[in-house]
């Protein structure tokens, strides 16, 4: 095997690279310099993180669903934490996370994604944080943690970089992203979680007016959301599937999927496409 001029996969030295990525859309630069100070004296500190950023304080270079995945295209950490500008470490810092990251890791090895907030059953949700409504401070606990969620809050999202994950290139906005991770690392076998991280989200603290309110903000929600459901409901929609050496049908149903995979149902799938196929053609 010596005379092969090629590189066993196996065999590549990993070059030195940072645990933690801290990747941020940037709107207000003033909340972003008071984050970054917030988490350096939190023990997030070079060589071993690296800050990113997306400057769209002038003008909207990339939607979130894009930006995201620059982030994720770009950074080098082991852990990619995906976190809004108005953020403020306060009682947990650096230390806290490497612990909360090597216990969920013994816990559940495949998990692809963690946060401080999200869904985890219809009607629940779990949650640790202190958000800011003006100036009100509403310190927020629910749930009994980690929690496995199904959709998780965009304020402080951490993704596992080896789980090689990607927000939808069809899906566009500022909304849900949290929610598509979540539904594609379960797609790839993946696993995410609420875990008790506490931060401080500063939210409507904000002295700025945010670039979408009122009810430009709800329509703009509500079409995202649409079109995610959309996205998800053909992705998932039940379908025959064809390969070069086999055929099955998949969908959520267990009965329909026993139902539907076997020898007389696809030769009466493979007359009903030719029958259409000839009518095409006439």
């Known amino acids: 095997m010596n005379d092969i001029n090629a590189i066993e996969i196996d065999t590549i030295t990993p070059e030195p690279h940072p645990k933690y990525s801290l990747c941020t859309l940037l709107t207000e630069k003033e909340q972003y310099i008071d984050a970054l100070a917030s988490f350096r004296a939190a023990g997030f500190n070079e060589p071993e ?21 620059r982030f994720l295209q770009k950074a080098q950490g082991d852990y990619i934490i995906l976190c809004h500008q108005d953020l403020i470490l306060h009682a947990d810092n650096r230390e ?43 310190y927020l606990r629910r749930g009994t943690f980690p929690a496995k969620a199904y959709s998780l809050d965009e304020n402080f999202i951490v993704v596992r970089k080896s789980a090689n994950l990607g927000a939808s ?57 649409q079109n995610l459901l959309n996205k998800y409901q053909r992705v998932c929609s039940p379908r025959f599937i064809q390969t070069t050496c086999t055929i099955f ?34």
């Open 249 to 282: 049908y998949v969908s959520a149903s267990r009965l329909k999927n026993s139902l539907f995979n076997n020898k007389h149902v696809f030769s009466i799938q493979k007359r009903l496409n030719s029958l259409r196929n000839n009518s095409r053609t006439e």
């Open 96 to 138: 806290k996370l490497d612990q909360v990251i090597d216990d969920i890791t013994r816990l559940d090895p495949n998990w692809a994604l963690l946060g401080n907030a999200g869904g985890t059953v219809p009607g629940q949700q779990a949650y640790h944080l202190t958000e800011y409504t003006g100036e009100e401070k509403h």
């Open 49 to 69: 993180c690296e800050f990113l950023y997306i400057d769209n304080s002038a003008a909207n270079k990339y939607d979130a669903y894009a930006g995201v995945n």
């Open 169 to 225: 290139h069809d899906l566009e906005g500022f909304h849900l992203y949290g929610t598509d991770l979540c539904m594609i690392a379960g797609i790839l076998g993946y696993s995410a979680y609420v875990v008790d991280f506490h931060l401080w989200h500063l939210g409507g603290a904000s002295t700025k007016p945010a670039a979408t309110s009122g009810a430009h903000a709800t329509s703009t929600f509500d079409k995202t959301r």
